[in-house]
């Protein structure tokens, strides 16, 4: 098992940047690939980015490619998304999200872990 906590989210006004971080607790010894999903009021839940369990991977949709970027530092349990240029559209609930593979993967149902989430909001 493993514990999922985001932090980093706030109300922010569009065109500026956010950093989500998403720390992992309990069976961190194992490998997980992790991913970022987002939710908006109203809306299903939406993949956002994942990234491989050491890193050297990561995919991430075409609707915040180049201005979202997916990290982590293995020495710290944790997971980044770095979120550039924000548009009102851009808020929603975040999730971050595990599974217990190596690989990549943005379907959710692949998922068993997940955290509260955080919530952004970005004005215009």
């Known amino acids: 098992q493993v514990q999922l906590l985001e932090s980093g989210g706030g109300l922010v006004q569009a065109g500026v940047s956010l950093r989500l971080a998403c720390a992992a607790s309990?069976?961190?010894?194992?490998?997980?690939?992790m991913a970022w999903f987002r939710q908006a009021p109203g809306k299903e839940r939406e993949f956002v980015s994942t990234?491989?369990?050491?890193?050297?991977?990561?995919y991430t949709a075409d609707s915040v490619k180049g201005r979202f970027t997916i990290s982590r530092d293995n020495a710290k349990n944790t997971v980044y998304l770095q979120m550039n240029m924000l548009k009102v559209e851009d808020t929603a609930t975040y999730y971050c999200a595990a599974r217990e593979r190596f690989n990549i993967y943005s379907g959710s149902s692949s998922y068993p872990y997940w955290g509260q989430g955080t919530q952004v909001t970005v004005s215009s």
């Open positions: 990234i491989s369990a050491i890193g050297s991977s990561t």
């Open positions: 309990g069976r961190t010894g194992s490998r997980y690939a």
